[in-house]
């Protein structure tokens, strides 16, 4: 089949629905946490905004329909996702980051897993929130260290027919839940064996949040993302049957990687939401501001090619983004590295993009009279958070450009 990027007419009704869904519910995010100076207050603020989406069945369509969930692909999400941040980024994040705690169950549980997982989050009067904790307290750049004695060091013993987890954990968004007393569910990055590197003994395994041991230590008060939740959890040894086990023992940090190539596309369309909404915020200015000159500076040839520039940098993310998105539907999530090119572009892209804008307005774009600032305060986070842009490239990226049968081609090709 040619290339085609036409959205059918499915794909534009749930675009639209998530741009009025944006207009309706995501613009009260910001009056619902002015003045509050807590972060886990401001996360808990959003709890009536959070249920409407669920209402709406955002939260179900992370799951699939054979399991009672609406199935949304990754294309779909990433559109919803473009149309979300545009007007906020708080909630898709929340969203989003239960997607992720969820992700590894669908890529490699059992079919009883995500039954009796996934059964309670989709029950409409449940507003859970799921949370992954993979970075350390320590840091989450060298995860896959393999000195056994570095990296991940939380750790899973196995005892009869339990695994006991011990651990801290920093920024797991989600994770303080809606009362602070943690999530509905985690799924927990740990190590089975402390004499084994993480190749060999890096896992999944998913912690529900009623179980003992856990304990919410703290909140970080972030630059942006001032309405997720980023908390300290411990885990005091904490038991959970062996069951809670996603695939096996050393596929940990695979399953991370194939999670985080979904939420790298994904990502790629909230970056693109967001320069969007910069560039309509400088494109407005530039049309109707004469900075006390005789002419609307769209007039300038220098901030035209600025704003030429900017639109083009929003299509190329877009694409990339829905390039990404369509490879990991078609080739069953396997679409590693073009899911994190995705986002290491589109977020490194964003926030070139972002000071771009502020660029063509100048000084006016650094008050509170323009959201300038604020999207940059958002769009910082993009390269540092998941996984971290430079460690993805490290880990991810040039491991795969030195294996011997590394194929440039295969991304553009479609082919696994
Ligand atoms: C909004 C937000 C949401 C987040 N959500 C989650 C979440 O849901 N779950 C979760 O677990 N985490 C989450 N995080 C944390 C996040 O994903 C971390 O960015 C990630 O784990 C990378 O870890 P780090 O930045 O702590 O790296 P660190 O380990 O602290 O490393 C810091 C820096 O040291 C340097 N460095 C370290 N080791 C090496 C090396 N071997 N080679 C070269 N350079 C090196 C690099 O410059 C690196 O960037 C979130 C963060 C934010 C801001």
């Avoid at 994040?93 to 992720?100: A, K, R």
């Avoid at 190590?191 to 041991?213: F, H, N, Q, Y």
């Avoid at 002419?295 to 390039?323: C, F, M, N």
Wanted: net charge neutral; with cysteine.
């Amino acid at each position: 089949m040619a290339i085609d990027f036409t959205l059918n007419a499915q794909q534009q009704a749930l675009q639209k629905a998530a741009r009025d869904f944006a207009e309706q519910v995501l613009t009260k995010v910001k009056p619902a946490i002015a003045g509050l100076a807590r972060p886990e207050e401001r996360f808990f603020a959003t709890r009536p905004l959070y249920r409407q989406m669920v209402k709406a069945g955002y939260f179900a369509a992370l799951i699939p329909r054979e399991y009672g969930g609406g199935g949304a692909t990754t294309v779909d999400l990433t559109l919803a996702a473009e149309e979300f941040a545009r007007v906020d980024v708080n909630l898709p994040t929340t969203l989003l980051s239960s997607g992720l705690a969820l992700k590894p169950l669908m890529l490699y549980g059992t079919d009883a897993q995500k039954r009796r997982f996934f059964g309670d989050f989709l029950k409409p009067e449940h507003d859970y929130v799921a949370s992954f904790a993979f970075t350390e307290e320590q840091g989450g750049a060298n995860l896959e260290c393999p000195d056994p004695s570095a990296g991940i060091q939380t750790f899973a013993r196995r005892e009869g027919d339990e695994w006991i987890i011990s651990g801290r954990k920093s920024h797991p968004t989600n994770g303080g839940g809606w009362d602070g007393k943690g999530a509905h569910l985690y799924a927990v990055l740990c190590r089975t064996d402390p004499s084994k590197p993480p190749l060999e003994s890096s896992a999944i395994i998913m912690v529900p949040g009623d179980a003992e041991g856990i304990e919410v230590t703290g909140y970080i008060d972030t630059l942006g993302h001032r309405a997720t939740c980023s908390p300290h959890i411990a885990f005091n040894e904490v038991r959970v049957p062996v069951e809670n086990l996603v695939g096996r023992p050393g596929q940990g940090t695979a399953i991370c990687k194939r999670c985080f190539s979904w939420t790298g596309a994904l990502i790629g369309g909230i970056c693109t939401g967001i320069m969007r909404a910069a560039f309509d915020c400088a494109y407005e200015f530039a049309k109707t501001d004469k900075r006390a000159g005789t002419v609307p500076i769209i007039d300038h040839p220098t901030v035209g090619y600025q704003l030429v520039d900017l639109r083009i940098r929003i299509e190329a993310s877009r694409y990339l983004a829905w390039k990404a998105s369509h490879y990991i539907d078609t080739t069953d999530y396997r679409g590693e590295e073009l899911g994190i090119m995705a986002k290491i572009h589109c977020s490194e892209s964003c926030v070139q993009a972002v000071y771009d804008a502020m660029r063509i307005v100048g000084v006016t774009s650094y008050s509170d009279r323009m959201p300038l600032a604020g999207l940059m305060q958002e769009a910082l986070a993009f390269p540092i958070y998941d996984g971290g842009n430079m460690g993805v490239r490290r880990r991810w990226l040039y491991e795969m450009l030195k294996t011997p049968d590394y194929n440039p081609l295969a991304a553009a090709q479609g082919v696994a």
